[in-house]
């Protein structure tokens, strides 16, 4: 999943095929959602990068794949934490 040269490269990559997954009607497992928010936590407690930046890059790559309302959650963000964006099954009552 993640063979980008920077770890910069690397969260784009990833969010781009975590938003891109949602935005084609498909789900994300949860340890894949998991490992990406450890990853971006490790770069910001490692001084890679910051919080503001890794969370510009979220907001970025969630209003290409799946629009700006979308995407507004994840503006004041002081964590990170992605959300699951699949759409709901629709049930129907059994007879």
């Known amino acids: 999943m993640m063979t980008s040269d920077t770890p910069e490269d690397t969260i ?14 498909s789900d994300v497992p ?18 890679l990068l910051n919080l503001a930046q890794i969370s510009q890059m979220i ?16 503006q004041c963000a002081d964590a990170l934490v992605l959300h699951s964006h699949m759409k709901r099954a629709p049930v129907y009552p059994s007879c």
């Open 59 to 74: 907001v970025e790559s969630c209003g290409r794949h799946l629009g700006d309302e979308v995407a507004s959650i994840y």
């Open 12 to 25: 784009r990559d990833a969010l781009d095929a975590y938003f891109r997954a949602f935005a084609e009607g």
């Open 30 to 47: 949860p340890a894949q959602r998991f490992y990406l928010e450890g990853y971006m936590q490790a770069c910001v407690d490692g001084g």
